[in-house]
C-alpha cells in the first residue's frame, strides 16, 4: 500500500463523506498532505479550478483499478468550495499527489 502517489493523468476523484469528525497530529489535513508529500499546497487538485487550496481533502479514487485507491482515503489539497461538495465526484488534475489518510501509518494516532 503506498502512503504517498502521484498519477500523471487526470483521474476521477469522490470525496469522502462522514470525515469531517477526522484529526490528526499534524496541525491540519493539508498540513498533513505538505508533510508526506513534501510539496507546498498552492490551487485545488480539481480540475479546471483555479482557487486556493485550502483545506485537506479527503477523497477515494472510484474508478481506480488497485481496489486499495477505490476504498481507502486520502488526502489532496482542495479548494473550501470543492472540499464542501461531500460525496460528489470530480477529475483531479494531472500530477496530483495522494497522500494517505490513515494517520496509524502516517503522523500517528
Not at 61 to 87: F, L, Q, W
Amino acid at each position: 500500500m503506498n502512503k504517498v502517489y502521484s498519477v500523471e493523468d487526470s483521474v476521477k476523484i469522490r470525496n469522502a463523506n462522514g470525515t469531517s469528525d477526522r484529526s490528526c497530529k499534524c496541525d491540519s489535513w493539508i498540513e498533513h498532505w505538505e508533510i508526506f508529500s513534501n510539496k507546498t499546497a498552492s490551487t485545488c487538485s480539481v480540475s479546471n479550478c483555479s482557487n486556493k487550496a485550502t483545506d485537506g481533502a479527503h477523497i477515494t479514487r472510484p474508478a481506480a483499478k488497485n481496489e486499495d485507491y477505490k476504498t481507502h482515503t486520502y488526502i489532496v489539497p482542495m479548494c473550501s468550495s470543492h472540499n464542501g461538495k461531500h460525496g460528489e465526484e470530480f477529475y483531479s488534475k494531472e500530477n496530483t499527489t495522494f497522500v494517505w489518510a490513515n494517520v496509524s501509518e502516517t503522523c500517528g494516532a
